[in-house]
């Protein structure tokens, strides 16, 4: 399990740039992004390791590397699923900063991640796209 748990670790370092290549060979092919608190116009579930990576360095192009801090991991009792809590920040393209805290949900299969749930407030990703 401390193997999956680096993993995990490591994927929330590179997950919010779309950083995929740094993790080569352990983000499955099926891999699935879920943000089930989307603000509206922005799709809850992106399906397939490409797709999830493009939606990500997509965003990226906006603002700073959104850094997570304060993160805290747990295991759970099915060996595959881990939750994250944390607080992001990062500046904006228009110089606002934009800050939220998280919920996250990561599955490993076969040392490979499947799974990405994330959980924020969407009215901070709204207001930090205001004019």
């Given at each position: 399990?401390?193997?999956?748990l680096e993993l995990?670790?490591?994927?929330?370092?590179?997950?919010?740039?779309?950083?995929?290549?740094?993790?080569?060979?352990?983000?499955?092919?099926?891999?699935?992004?879920?943000?089930?608190?989307?603000?509206?116009?922005?799709?809850?579930?992106?399906?397939?390791?490409?797709?999830?990576?493009?939606?990500?360095?997509?965003?990226?192009?906006?603002?700073?590397?959104?850094?997570?801090?304060?993160?805290?991991?747990?295991?759970?009792?099915?060996?595959?699923?881990?939750?994250?809590?944390?607080?992001?920040?990062?500046?904006?393209?228009?110089?606002?900063?934009?800050?939220?805290?998280?919920?996250?949900?990561?599955?490993?299969?076969?040392?490979?991640?499947?799974?990405?749930?994330?959980?924020?407030?969407?009215?901070?990703?709204?207001?930090?796209?205001?004019?």
């Amino acid at each position: 399990m401390s193997d999956s748990l680096e993993l995990v670790r490591q994927w929330l370092e590179i997950m919010p740039e779309g950083a995929f290549d740094r993790l080569e060979g352990r983000i499955a092919p099926d891999f699935v992004l879920r943000l089930p608190f989307a603000p509206p116009g922005v799709p809850q579930e992106f399906v397939g390791r490409e797709v999830a990576q493009q939606a990500l360095s997509g965003s990226a192009k906006s603002r700073s590397p959104l850094v997570f801090e304060d993160l805290e991991l747990l295991a759970t009792e099915d060996p595959e699923l881990f939750v994250a809590t944390a607080n992001g920040e990062a500046t904006m393209a228009s110089g606002k900063i934009y800050r939220n805290s998280y919920v996250i949900f990561v599955r490993i299969r076969g040392g490979m991640v499947t799974e990405h749930v994330e959980y924020m407030n969407p009215l901070n990703i709204i207001a930090a796209y205001e004019s």
